[in-house]
């Protein structure tokens, strides 16, 4: 296998802006545009893995602006056909906390400026109603005993954070976790035939969660670089403990279809 192809990812959020050691650098020319930042590449657990700094190397964009397609794209290029992504979450019920890494199994999108598919025209219609892919999931939470599998993840647009009222209605749903980035990342991978999971830090408690003043932008940032090395541990466990990504459905629902879009190397 060429040095510059990979078959797992990570893609890194807020606060994560390397993982690799002595990586090879790759740039990649995506029909979407330049990708966040280059792809590095390098070996974790015997196996060949990509890392791409969601919000670029120096966090210059916002949750709105990223170039989620041609990320997804450049990661699929390069062989990428299952993806952990680490971000940053608020906390909206009491069933978690600061610190927390959890593993959810749903998610609700409420964003509204973001380009969420590579389908331009034609029948082409993604099977959502599981976003994530169980059987990574389970190889997350099978590598350290204090992450937690299942609960619904809400993706807002950001980049300002959610009134109180908001919050609290968001918790009223039922809806555990709060985020600005796992939408369209996770749909976009499903559409590149890649699986796909989120983990997700906990960093705070959302503003209607708790008293006080609401979340700020200095807390979340603080809490993240303080489990990065908690983060890339459990990363390293988990790439060990992937399971085969042949015969999962999330790279097999469209088997049968004439896709409208290109899936580089397929």
Same mark, same amino acid.
């Given at each position: 296998?060429?040095?510059?192809?990979?078959?797992?990812?990570?893609?890194?959020?807020?606060?994560?802006?390397?993982?690799?050691?002595?990586?090879?650098?790759?740039?990649?020319?995506?029909?979407?545009?330049?990708?966040?930042?280059?792809?590095?590449?390098?070996?974790?657990?015997?196996?060949?893995?990509?890392?791409?700094?969601?919000?670029?190397?120096?966090?210059?964009?916002?949750?709105?602006?990223?170039?989620?397609?041609?990320?997804?794209?450049?990661?699929?290029?390069?062989?990428?056909?299952?993806?952990?992504?680490?971000?940053?979450?608020?906390?909206?019920?009491?069933?978690?906390?600061?610190?927390?890494?959890?593993?959810?199994?749903?998610?609700?999108?409420?964003?509204?400026?973001?380009?969420?598919?590579?389908?331009?025209?034609?029948?082409?219609?993604?099977?959502?109603?599981?976003?994530?892919?169980?059987?990574?999931?389970?190889?997350?939470?099978?590598?350290?005993?204090?992450?937690?599998?299942?609960?619904?993840?809400?993706?807002?647009?950001?980049?300002?954070?959610?009134?109180?009222?908001?919050?609290?209605?968001?918790?009223?749903? =039922?809806?555990?976790?709060?985020?600005?980035?796992?939408?369209?990342?996770?749909?976009?991978?499903?559409?590149?035939?890649?699986?796909?999971?989120?983990?997700?830090?906990?960093?705070?408690?959302?503003?209607?969660?708790?008293?006080?003043?609401?979340?700020?932008?200095?807390?979340?940032?603080?809490?993240?670089?303080?489990?990065?090395?908690?983060?890339? =541990?459990?990363?390293?466990?988990?790439?060990?403990?992937?399971?085969?990504?042949?015969?999962?459905?999330?790279?097999?629902?469209?088997?049968?279809?004439?896709?409208?879009?290109?899936?580089?190397?397929?």
């Amino acid at each position: 296998m060429s040095e510059t192809r990979a078959d797992v990812a990570v893609i890194g959020g807020t606060g994560f802006y390397s993982f690799l050691e002595d990586p090879e650098t790759v740039r990649v020319e995506t029909p979407y545009g330049d990708p966040s930042a280059p792809v590095s590449i390098g070996t974790v657990a015997g196996r060949r893995v990509a890392f791409l700094p969601r919000h670029g190397t120096a966090h210059e964009y916002a949750p709105h602006t990223i170039p989620y397609r041609a990320n997804q794209w450049a990661l699929r290029s390069l062989g990428v056909r299952q993806v952990l992504a680490p971000c940053a979450v608020g906390g909206l019920r009491a069933d978690v906390a600061p610190g927390d890494v959890v593993v959810p199994d749903q998610m609700v999108d409420r964003t509204y400026r973001r380009v969420p598919s590579y389908v331009e025209g034609g029948a082409v219609h993604l099977p959502f109603g599981d976003p994530y892919c169980d059987r990574l999931a389970g190889a997350v939470t099978g590598a350290a005993d204090d992450v937690r599998h299942g609960g619904t993840m809400v993706i807002v647009e950001g980049p300002r954070f959610s009134t109180r009222a908001e919050s609290r209605h968001y918790a009223e749903q =039922g809806w555990s976790l709060i985020n600005m980035t796992g939408h369209p990342e996770a749909a976009l991978a499903r559409e590149m035939l890649q699986c796909y999971t989120p983990i997700a830090l906990v960093t705070d408690m959302d503003a209607g969660a708790e008293s006080g003043e609401g979340v700020g932008q200095a807390e979340v940032f603080a809490r993240f670089k303080a489990n990065l090395e908690r983060l890339t =541990g459990l990363l390293a466990a988990a790439i060990e403990a992937l399971p085969d990504p042949d015969g999962c459905s999330c790279s097999g629902w469209a088997d049968d279809l004439e896709l409208t879009y290109q899936v580089p190397a397929r």
